[in-house]
């Protein structure tokens, strides 16, 4: 079964300083990632995913992530943080579930703080 | 962001009552899903619904119903539920096909609290 790492509980960084959140997967196969945020009280909202070809995926937000299959890792990353990026960030792999659906793993999240 | 409705967004009840929360998704979506997010543990699939038929239940406990009468909609009735199901309750839909083709677009969640 796969599953997601998430090693980072909390960050906090300077408004302006760069980030990075670190994931990592364990699965057998070609994974399907993704990374989504959640600001609080509301639902996930996707940032990124990958699933083949180019392992820099860029998102919303001036997210970017690069997927090195080596490390079995996703890391999320981000130039220039805000205060608005304050929020919870979820890393996930995909499997068909089949039928025309799938199944998302999550990792436990990594809750960013923003220092103005 | 209003693709994914859920009603209502707070509930508080007893272990003896029995609620039902509410998920509409306006996307044309075929697929929807139940999530339970608990305090300091990954979110969990529940249950999944393709075309309004359940393709997965990922060992929920029976006082959990899950109920889709048609693509758009899609219900979870609770009877009987204990204090460690509170939690936030978070539906999705996506469109179809498999996780490469496709994104999960998630509602705001019902926080349940359960006395």
């Known amino acids: 079964a796969q599953s997601v790492t998430q090693p980072d509980i909390h960050i906090t960084v300077s408004e302006g300083a760069s980030l990075e959140l670190r994931c990592n997967y364990s699965?057998?196969?070609?994974?399907?990632l993704f990374w989504y945020v959640q600001s609080p009280g509301q639902g996930l909202q996707l940032l990124l995913k990958?699933?083949?070809?180019?392992?820099l995926v860029q998102g919303i937000k001036g997210f970017e992530a690069e997927f090195k299959r080596s490390q079995s890792s996703f890391n999320l990353r981000k130039p220039s943080v805000h205060w608005s990026d304050a929020a919870e960030y979820f890393c996930?792999?995909?499997?068909?579930?089949?039928?025309?659906?799938?199944?998302?793993?999550f990792g436990k999240g990594t809750k960013l703080s923003v220092i103005p | 962001e209003t693709g994914v409705t859920q009603t209502p967004r707070h509930l508080v009840m007893g272990m003896t009552n029995k609620k039902s929360l509410k998920c509409e998704q306006h996307?044309?979506?075929?697929?929807m899903y139940w999530y339970k997010q608990s305090a300091k543990k990954p979110l969990e699939l529940m249950f999944v619904?393709?075309?309004?038929?359940?393709?997965e239940n990922n060992s929920v406990p029976s006082r959990f119903s899950p109920e889709c009468p048609n693509s758009s909609h899609l219900f979870l009735h609770l009877h009987t539920l204990q204090p460690e199901d509170s939690a936030l309750y978070l539906c999705?839909?996506?469109?179809?096909?498999?996780?490469?083709?496709?994104?999960?677009?998630f509602g705001p969640g019902t926080r349940l609290t359960v006395l």
């Open positions: 996930a792999v995909g499997e068909d579930s089949g039928a025309g659906s799938y199944q998302l793993t």
């Open positions: 996307l044309g979506h075929n697929a």
């Open positions: 999705a839909s996506s469109r179809h096909g498999g996780a490469n083709t496709d994104t999960q677009y």
């Open positions: 699965y057998g196969a070609t994974p399907y």
């Open positions: 990958y699933f083949s070809g180019d392992t």
């Open positions: 619904y393709n075309f309004k038929e359940q393709t």
